[in-house]
């Protein structure tokens, strides 16, 4: 993905995010959230890009990632999610997970493949359709979720939750039947 074809801003955790992403794509545009405590005055920064622009929310894959995100969800539901999976952010000694671990290839893929959450659709996939396809209530179904979660670009999740994410992304059964294959 080139810079001119990103037009959102982006939104990343730290300083080191933010040069890592400059480094791949100069001139992309980034809001530091510097950290997990993330002020009022970014809060609406984000949602004024936002509404100008657009934002890609690309944060770490680990707890306080998660946090800053559904903070930010919260304000501002229509936001992108470019989501890293943490296998691909590792630091090199493999104590840190990070965007700014991530080589570049992962942070191209990710970001030219970032989904926005809706609740405004019907459900169509259950959890009776997750248990069918052995991703819950089975010994090996977590496993099989973060490797359904993974080629989707998705994150893991518990099976109420991965449904969930299913839906609000408005992915059909028939789609979640080629991905098992």
């Known amino acids: 993905m080139k810079t001119d074809s990103i037009q ?3 939104v990343v ?9 400059e480094s791949i794509y100069p001139g992309i545009e980034c809001i ?18 936002n509404t100008s622009r657009g934002v890609i929310l690309f944060l770490d894959p680990d707890f306080p990632g998660r946090k800053i995100t559904n903070t930010i969800l919260e304000r501002v539901p ?9 296998s691909e952010a590792k630091s090199k000694n493999g104590r840190k997970v990070g965007v700014e671990h991530a080589n570049k ?17 019907a459900d169509t996939i259950t959890l ?6 052995g991703l819950l209530g089975d010994k090996h179904s977590a496993l099989k979720r973060n490797e359904v979660s993974s080629k ?3 994150p893991p999740a518990n099976g109420k939750t991965f449904v969930k994410l299913l839906n609000m992304l408005s992915i059909d059964i028939h789609t979640l039947d080629e991905v098992l294959k």
């Open 105 to 121: 290839e992962s942070i191209e893929k990710v970001l030219a493949n970032v989904f926005t959450l809706r609740d405004d659709i």
């Open 13 to 21: 955790e730290g300083v080191h995010d933010r040069q890592k992403l």
């Open 78 to 86: 229509e936001c992108k999610i470019a989501f890293m999976p943490s």
């Open 128 to 133: 009776e359709d997750l248990r069918i396809r």
């Open 8 to 10: 959102e801003v982006i």
């Open 152 to 154: 989707l670009g998705i």
């Open 32 to 49: 530091v959230t510097g950290g997990s405590e993330i002020s009022e005055a970014t809060l609406k920064l984000i949602e004024i890009a």
